[in-house]
């Protein structure tokens, strides 16, 4: 059973750089099948997809946040982060690491989040 | 970008109901449209992938229907635990939710 989980600090000052990290246990971040993604939900609020990595390094950012974000992997970790920059109170919501199941299908490939981490609040005020 | 919206935004339903949730896509997005339930303070559920196929253990009173830009999720009988939001997400362009639809007691 795969399994996430989110670390990271609960509070950022405002205009600093966001940083969380999703740890994966009993799944590898290195199988082609899957990628890896952030999505963040501000209190009482809709869902959010920030953005997906690759184990290769390939990334897909939402175009909103694509100038703040940078989302990396440690294969040697099996982990992968998030940095969103410039951040502001706007940021403020609970953020989600996920894995990202790749169907084959026709035209290209169906994408959905199988497994998700349990979420971590993360704050900005000063 | 692809919009999605969902009608209604919230329902009061009774134990036993039909329910029936709309999502509608900004333009075509075939059936690249996955289907989530979310309780409260907890993450999100997959329950349909591909518009219409049921992921693995969810209870086969839910249903999901629709190709182009319309869809819909049913729940057939609807039970206590199925008291929750639901969100539809698109994948033909990038990825993105819709606004949620909250299904409460009656």
């Known amino acids: 059973q795969v399994q996430l989980q989110e670390s990271g600090p609960g509070l950022v000052k405002p205009s600093e750089t966001l940083s969380l990290t999703c740890t994966i246990s009993g799944g590898s971040v290195s199988s082609g099948s899957y990628y890896w993604g952030w999505i963040r939900q501000p209190p009482g609020k809709g869902l959010e997809w920030i953005g997906y990595?690759?184990?290769?390094?390939?990334?897909n950012y939402s175009p909103s946040l694509k100038s703040r974000l940078i989302i990396s992997v440690d294969t040697s970790e099996n982990r992968f982060s998030l940095k969103l920059s410039s951040v502001t109170a706007a940021d403020t919501a609970v953020y989600y690491c996920a894995r990202i199941l790749r169907r084959p299908k026709v035209p290209m490939e169906l994408y959905y989040f199988d497994y998700w981490g349990q979420g971590t609040l993360v704050t900005v005020s000063s | 970008d692809i919009q999605m919206t969902q009608s209604p935004s919230s329902l009061s339903a009774s134990v036993g109901d039909r329910v029936t949730i709309t999502c509608r896509a900004s333009q075509s997005i075939s059936n690249y449209l996955n289907w989530y339930q979310q309780k409260t303070g907890k993450a999100p559920k997959l329950l349909i992938y591909g518009a219409s196929s049921l992921q693995s253990a969810v209870p086969s009173r839910f249903s999901g229907s629709g190709s182009g830009t319309d869809f819909t999720l049913t729940i057939s009988s609807l039970q206590p635990e199925d008291f929750a939001t639901y969100y539809c997400?698109?994948?033909?362009?990038?990825?993105?939710f819709g606004p949620g639809t909250k299904v409460d007691i009656k």
């Open positions: 997400q698109q994948s033909y362009s990038n990825l993105s």
């Open positions: 990595i690759h184990y290769s390094g390939g990334t």
